[in-house]
């Protein structure tokens, strides 16, 4: 598929890809560059206050888990089972 660089370096990408990778407007794309080659990849902005607050999060059940504090699952039966789902 082609696409036109327009005026302010613009482009308008395909339509099915949009609807394949389910974009819509005000998503987020990382455009970078390796050996001539553009690559355009969506990504989710997160505020840093929430990613902080889930660090600390999974410092804590890590330090949880390997405290015997927390119980481990080796398995998704095994998850779902001790949920009553399994």
């Known amino acids: 598929m082609l696409a036109e660089l327009r005026h ?3 482009i308008t990408i395909p339509r099915d890809i949009v609807a394949r ?4 407007e005000g998503d987020k794309l990382e455009f970078s560059e390796t050996d ?9 902005v997160y505020p840093k206050k929430y990613l902080d607050t889930l660090r600390e999060e999974l410092e804590i059940a890590k330090a949880r888990i390997a405290a ?7 398995t998704m039966e095994a998850l779902l ?3 009553g789902g399994g």
């Open 8 to 10: 302010k370096s613009q």
């Open 21 to 24: 990778l389910g974009l819509s």
């Open 36 to 44: 001539g080659v553009i690559h355009i990849t969506p990504v989710a």
């Open 68 to 74: 015997n504090e927390e119980p481990v699952f080796h």
């Open 81 to 83: 089972a001790e949920l």
